[in-house]
Protein backbone atom coordinates (compact mmCIF):
# COMPACT_ATOMS: atom_id res chain seq x y z
CA UNK A 1 0.00 0.00 0.00
CA UNK A 2 1.86 3.29 -1.11
CA UNK A 3 1.02 7.17 -1.47
CA UNK A 4 -1.89 8.87 0.40
CA UNK A 5 -3.28 8.55 3.65
CA UNK A 6 -5.23 5.61 5.17
CA UNK A 7 -7.96 7.06 7.22
CA UNK A 8 -9.39 4.56 10.09
CA UNK A 9 -11.76 5.73 13.05
CA UNK A 10 -10.55 4.81 16.39
CA UNK A 11 -12.58 5.65 19.70
CA UNK A 12 -15.00 7.88 17.46
CA UNK A 13 -12.37 10.15 16.15
CA UNK A 14 -10.75 9.98 12.43
CA UNK A 15 -7.29 9.28 12.27
CA UNK A 16 -4.64 9.17 9.48
CA UNK A 17 -2.21 7.54 8.69
CA UNK A 18 0.57 7.59 5.82
CA UNK A 19 -0.51 4.62 3.60
CA UNK A 20 3.14 3.33 2.84
CA UNK A 21 3.35 2.49 6.40
CA UNK A 22 0.55 0.44 6.09
CA UNK A 23 1.63 -2.79 5.22
CA UNK A 24 -1.86 -4.53 6.01
CA UNK A 25 -5.37 -5.57 6.89
CA UNK A 26 -7.25 -7.87 8.49
CA UNK A 27 -9.89 -9.21 10.19
CA UNK A 28 -9.17 -10.30 13.62
CA UNK A 29 -13.06 -11.41 14.89
CA UNK A 30 -13.04 -15.39 14.85
CA UNK A 31 -15.48 -17.44 12.62
CA UNK A 32 -15.34 -19.81 15.35
CA UNK A 33 -16.92 -17.28 17.55
CA UNK A 34 -18.62 -14.47 15.92
CA UNK A 35 -20.63 -13.07 18.46
CA UNK A 36 -17.33 -12.08 20.86
CA UNK A 37 -16.45 -8.89 19.16
CA UNK A 38 -12.59 -8.15 18.77
CA UNK A 39 -11.23 -5.40 20.72
CA UNK A 40 -10.68 -1.91 18.13
CA UNK A 41 -14.02 -3.07 15.95
CA UNK A 42 -11.94 -6.59 15.18
CA UNK A 43 -10.07 -4.98 12.72
CA UNK A 44 -6.21 -4.66 12.51
CA UNK A 45 -3.54 -3.13 10.76
CA UNK A 46 0.03 -4.01 10.23
CA UNK A 47 2.70 -1.75 10.07
CA UNK A 48 5.63 -1.85 7.90
CA UNK A 49 7.94 -1.39 10.50
CA UNK A 50 6.66 -4.26 12.60
CA UNK A 51 3.87 -4.03 15.20
CA UNK A 52 -0.14 -3.76 14.55
CA UNK A 53 -2.67 -1.20 15.38
CA UNK A 54 -6.44 -1.99 16.12
CA UNK A 55 -8.50 0.21 14.78
CA UNK A 56 -13.23 0.01 14.71
CA UNK A 57 -12.98 0.86 10.76
CA UNK A 58 -11.18 1.24 7.57
CA UNK A 59 -13.06 4.11 6.01
CA UNK A 60 -11.31 5.34 2.99
CA UNK A 61 -7.48 5.63 1.46
CA UNK A 62 -7.12 9.85 1.09
CA UNK A 63 -4.75 10.76 -2.27
CA UNK A 64 -4.36 14.30 0.17
CA UNK A 65 -4.65 15.93 3.23
CA UNK A 66 -4.34 19.77 4.28
CA UNK A 67 -2.36 18.61 7.50
CA UNK A 68 -1.89 21.76 10.06
CA UNK A 69 1.11 20.24 12.22
CA UNK A 70 0.95 20.74 16.01
CA UNK A 71 2.02 23.57 17.77
CA UNK A 72 4.72 23.48 20.90
CA UNK A 73 1.63 24.37 22.70
CA UNK A 74 -1.05 21.60 21.35
CA UNK A 75 1.66 18.86 21.15
CA UNK A 76 0.93 17.92 25.04
CA UNK A 77 -2.54 17.84 24.65
CA UNK A 78 -2.66 15.29 22.05
CA UNK A 79 -1.93 11.22 22.01
CA UNK A 80 1.96 10.63 21.52
CA UNK A 81 2.32 9.43 17.65
CA UNK A 82 -0.02 12.72 16.80
CA UNK A 83 1.96 14.46 13.85
CA UNK A 84 -0.95 17.15 13.17
CA UNK A 85 -4.31 17.58 12.25
CA UNK A 86 -6.78 17.90 9.43
CA UNK A 87 -11.01 17.71 8.02
CA UNK A 88 -12.04 15.53 6.09
CA UNK A 89 -15.11 16.04 4.95
CA UNK A 90 -15.81 18.45 7.62
CA UNK A 91 -14.84 16.03 10.46
CA UNK A 92 -11.79 16.65 12.50
CA UNK A 93 -8.82 14.40 12.15
CA UNK A 94 -5.56 13.54 14.01
CA UNK A 95 -2.87 12.20 11.55
CA UNK A 96 -0.55 9.71 13.38
CA UNK A 97 3.29 9.10 12.82
CA UNK A 98 4.23 5.83 12.70
CA UNK A 99 7.81 6.75 12.19
CA UNK A 100 8.64 6.35 16.47
CA UNK A 101 6.35 3.30 16.17
CA UNK A 102 4.42 5.16 19.34
CA UNK A 103 1.02 3.69 19.23
CA UNK A 104 -2.10 3.77 21.75
CA UNK A 105 -5.08 1.49 22.46
CA UNK B 1 -6.68 56.63 29.87
CA UNK B 2 -7.45 54.39 27.53
CA UNK B 3 -8.86 51.35 28.42
CA UNK B 4 -8.92 47.49 26.57
CA UNK B 5 -11.93 45.32 25.98
CA UNK B 6 -11.79 41.83 27.14
CA UNK B 7 -14.42 39.34 27.37
CA UNK B 8 -15.17 37.76 30.51
CA UNK B 9 -15.79 33.95 30.81
CA UNK B 10 -16.69 31.64 33.52
CA UNK B 11 -14.59 28.21 33.95
CA UNK B 12 -15.74 26.52 37.04
CA UNK B 13 -15.24 28.58 39.96
CA UNK B 14 -13.29 30.80 38.33
CA UNK B 15 -14.09 34.49 36.08
CA UNK B 16 -11.02 34.78 33.38
CA UNK B 17 -10.86 37.91 30.97
CA UNK B 18 -9.85 36.99 27.36
CA UNK B 19 -8.78 40.27 25.09
CA UNK B 20 -11.62 41.00 23.04
CA UNK B 21 -9.17 41.48 20.21
CA UNK B 22 -7.87 37.72 20.26
CA UNK B 23 -11.72 36.39 20.44
CA UNK B 24 -12.78 35.27 17.00
CA UNK B 25 -16.10 34.17 17.95
CA UNK B 26 -18.37 32.16 20.71
CA UNK B 27 -19.83 29.18 19.59
CA UNK B 28 -22.71 27.18 22.44
CA UNK B 29 -22.81 23.32 21.37
CA UNK B 30 -19.98 22.72 19.28
CA UNK B 31 -20.01 19.43 18.02
CA UNK B 32 -16.67 18.08 19.49
CA UNK B 33 -14.93 14.99 18.78
CA UNK B 34 -13.41 13.59 21.95
CA UNK B 35 -9.85 12.23 21.43
CA UNK B 36 -9.32 9.20 23.59
CA UNK B 37 -5.34 9.26 24.86
CA UNK B 38 -5.35 12.66 24.98
CA UNK B 39 -4.35 14.51 27.75
CA UNK B 40 -6.90 16.06 30.51
CA UNK B 41 -6.47 19.81 28.82
CA UNK B 42 -7.73 18.51 25.85
CA UNK B 43 -12.01 18.48 25.41
CA UNK B 44 -11.74 17.42 21.82
CA UNK B 45 -11.41 18.88 18.63
CA UNK B 46 -13.97 20.36 16.13
CA UNK B 47 -14.13 22.26 12.76
CA UNK B 48 -14.52 25.71 12.71
CA UNK B 49 -14.54 27.74 9.12
CA UNK B 50 -12.99 24.97 7.13
CA UNK B 51 -10.06 24.38 9.45
CA UNK B 52 -9.66 21.72 12.62
CA UNK B 53 -9.75 22.96 15.71
CA UNK B 54 -8.34 21.93 18.76
CA UNK B 55 -10.67 22.46 22.20
CA UNK B 56 -8.40 23.26 25.37
CA UNK B 57 -10.51 23.42 28.78
CA UNK B 58 -9.51 26.92 29.58
CA UNK B 59 -9.84 25.93 33.59
CA UNK B 60 -7.21 23.36 33.57
CA UNK B 61 -4.93 25.88 31.27
CA UNK B 62 -5.39 28.44 34.39
CA UNK B 63 -4.53 25.71 36.65
CA UNK B 64 -8.03 25.25 38.14
CA UNK B 65 -9.37 21.41 38.49
CA UNK B 66 -12.74 20.58 36.73
CA UNK B 67 -15.21 18.70 37.07
CA UNK B 68 -16.49 15.62 35.10
CA UNK B 69 -18.95 18.03 32.76
CA UNK B 70 -17.74 19.18 29.73
CA UNK B 71 -17.86 22.81 29.33
CA UNK B 72 -20.46 24.08 27.03
CA UNK B 73 -19.08 27.05 25.42
CA UNK B 74 -16.14 27.63 22.80
CA UNK B 75 -14.54 30.50 22.47
CA UNK B 76 -12.95 30.52 19.21
CA UNK B 77 -9.31 32.44 19.99
CA UNK B 78 -5.90 33.61 18.92
CA UNK B 79 -2.90 32.25 20.90
CA UNK B 80 0.34 33.00 20.68
CA UNK B 81 2.06 35.82 18.59
CA UNK B 82 3.85 36.62 15.26
CA UNK B 83 3.92 33.30 12.96
CA UNK B 84 3.25 30.98 16.04
CA UNK B 85 -0.43 32.48 16.14
CA UNK B 86 -3.07 29.87 16.04
CA UNK B 87 -6.53 29.86 16.34
CA UNK B 88 -7.81 27.57 19.45
CA UNK B 89 -11.19 26.54 21.20
CA UNK B 90 -11.32 27.28 24.65
CA UNK B 91 -13.98 25.54 26.37
CA UNK B 92 -15.45 27.72 29.24
CA UNK B 93 -18.47 27.42 30.96
CA UNK B 94 -20.24 30.95 30.13
CA UNK B 95 -19.17 33.74 28.51
CA UNK B 96 -20.75 36.78 29.88
CA UNK B 97 -19.74 40.46 29.08
CA UNK B 98 -17.36 42.62 27.43
CA UNK B 99 -16.12 45.30 29.79
CA UNK B 100 -13.02 47.72 29.62
CA UNK B 101 -9.80 47.01 32.06
CA UNK B 102 -6.94 48.95 32.50
CA UNK B 103 -3.96 48.29 30.10
CA UNK B 104 -1.95 47.35 33.52
CA UNK B 105 -4.34 44.46 34.37
CA UNK B 106 -2.31 42.09 31.98
CA UNK B 107 0.74 42.63 33.59
CA UNK B 108 -0.64 42.06 36.82
CA UNK B 109 -2.63 38.70 35.44
CA UNK B 110 -5.84 39.94 37.92
CA UNK B 111 -8.61 43.25 37.73
CA UNK B 112 -11.41 43.37 40.18
CA UNK B 113 -14.39 43.84 37.90
CA UNK B 114 -17.72 44.88 40.26
CA UNK B 115 -15.81 43.82 43.21
CA UNK B 116 -14.63 40.38 42.01
CA UNK B 117 -11.71 38.78 41.30
CA UNK B 118 -10.87 38.02 37.67
CA UNK B 119 -7.82 36.49 36.07
CA UNK B 120 -6.47 38.45 33.28
CA UNK B 121 -5.25 36.24 30.52
CA UNK B 122 -2.20 36.44 28.31
CA UNK B 123 -3.52 34.84 25.10
CA UNK B 124 0.24 35.17 23.81
CA UNK B 125 1.94 32.72 26.65
CA UNK B 126 -1.38 30.52 27.29
CA UNK B 127 -0.73 27.61 27.27
CA UNK B 128 3.26 27.62 26.74
CA UNK B 129 5.23 26.29 29.47
CA UNK B 130 7.67 29.04 30.95
Known amino acids: ?105 | MSTTPYLLVRCGEKVAALPAAAVRRVVRGTRLHPLPGAGPGLIGLAEFAGEPLAVLDLAQLLGEERGSSRPPVTVVTWLGSGEERELVGLGVDDAIEVVELDPSALALGTALVGGRPVAVVDTERLGVEA
Not at chain 1, 26 to 42: D, S
Not at chain 1, 78 to 93: F, H, I, N, T, V
Open chain 1, 1 to 105: MTGGFLIVRRGGTLWGLPADQVSGIQRTETVEKPEVPAAGGGIELRLAGGGRLAVDAVLTLAAELAVRPLSARLRPHLPAGSAGLALLAGEPLVLMTLADRVLHD
